[in-house]
């Protein structure tokens, strides 16, 4: 069985843990600092198996050797945002605890591929891979496929049509600067600004820009969780079955869009290696300017992290 390795067992690492069970192919580990947290959370999902009739073994702990022989670590560990608080004002936290916990943990599984949901996302990817000193195929961030199921599921509320039927690609930066392509999304391979009259289309964009915020507001303590979880999910299953599934993740730059060491979002294909491959689309030039930005505002974030950390 492989194993997947999760750092953070709050809202969003148990809850990939229990998607990730619900597929069945892989063996999961919680780890958490708080004490007891990640065993009680591993043993009451265990417990669950037998009721859906799958066998994965899910184990919790405090100690990174726990993870020991991980084909796959995801990195969620960090403190959430809270209402009016900015991705950005969680760097410097984070990035002690994504630091350690990336560190650590290739200890014990020096092959492993990392998965990053801990925002700000882009940077947490980026000091990831500069900390452990892996190749960019290794570490790879979760945002693009979350921010694309959102304006999905945003495009199927308006057209009553199947979310499977939907085509949606929103890349960039995992901030409010993200970029949906309305140009290349489609429904059942019709174009979304041929299926959706264009004040509405641009209602959705802007709803998906602001779909985190929006989520955080509701709940008013803690972010969104389900979808995120789904997302990172989905990444690992690709992965460890070798699917070569092209979606939207945070990848390391070295040239692609004519950008450099960064993280960004742009699509992939995700491997048995890991980020096999980016894929370039052809933007025009409203698409490139809007890129621009966001690629702007997260180079931003990467310089305000040389400030915080040593790498
Ligand atoms: N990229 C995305 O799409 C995405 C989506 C959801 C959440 N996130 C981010 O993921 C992070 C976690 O979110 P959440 O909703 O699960 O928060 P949460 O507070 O529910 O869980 C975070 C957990 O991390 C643990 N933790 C803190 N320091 C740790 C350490 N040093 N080692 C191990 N565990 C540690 C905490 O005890 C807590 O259980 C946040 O940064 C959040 O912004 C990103």
Redesign the pocket.
């Known amino acids: 069985m492989n194993k997947i390795s999760i750092?953070?067992?709050?809202?969003?690492?148990?809850?990939t843990a229990h998607w990730l069970a619900e597929r069945e192919f892989a063996d999961i580990v919680l780890?958490?600092?708080?004490e007891g947290?990640?065993q009680g959370k591993a043993l009451d999902m265990l417990e669950a198996m037998p009721i859906i009739g799958k066998d994965a073994e899910i184990v919790g702990s405090n100690d990174y050797a726990a993870t020991k022989g991980s084909d796959i670590i995801v990195i969620?560990?960090?403190?959430?945002?809270k209402p009016g608080m900015s991705?950005d004002d969680?760097l410097k936290t984070?990035a002690?605890?994504v630091g350690?916990?990336a560190t650590e943990t290739l200890k014990y599984s020096p092959d492993a591929i990392f998965i990053?949901?801990?925002?700000?996302?882009d940077t947490?990817a980026y000091l990831t891979m500069k900390m452990t000193g892996l190749p960019r195929e290794r570490v790879i961030?979760?945002?693009g496929i979350?921010?694309s199921a959102r304006m999905r599921a945003f495009v199927a509320l308006e057209t009553g049509v199947s979310v499977e039927n939907i085509n949606c690609y929103v890349l960039g930066g995992?901030g409010d600067e993200m970029v949906p392509l309305t140009r290349h999304s489609n429904i059942a391979g019709v174009p979304l600004r041929e299926y959706i009259p264009a004040d509405k289309l641009d209602a959705i964009v802007a709803r998906t820009r602001k779909g985190?915020g929006e989520i955080v507001n509701l709940l008013k303590t803690?972010?969104?969780?389900y979808?995120?979880?789904a997302?990172?999910a989905q990444m690992a299953e690709a992965i460890l079955k070798d699917k070569n599934l092209i979606v939207p993740c945070?990848a390391y730059m070295n040239g692609e869009y004519g950008l450099n060491d960064m993280y960004f979002g742009v699509p992939v294909m995700l491997g048995r290696t890991g980020m096999k491959k980016i894929i370039e689309y052809k933007l025009d030039e409203d698409e490139k300017a809007t890129f621009d930005k966001s690629a702007a505002a997260v180079k931003e974030t990467h310089e305000a992290l040389k400030n915080v950390v040593e790498f």
């Not at 969620?76 to 945002?81: C, D, E, K, V």
């Open positions: 750092i953070g067992a709050g809202m969003t690492g148990a809850t780890v958490d600092v708080v947290m990640p969620t560990a960090g403190i959430a945002r991705r969680l984070n002690g605890i350690t916990a990053v949901l801990t925002n700000p996302l947490m961030g979760q945002a979350l921010d995992h985190g803690g972010s969104a969780y979808a995120p979880a997302a990172c945070a």
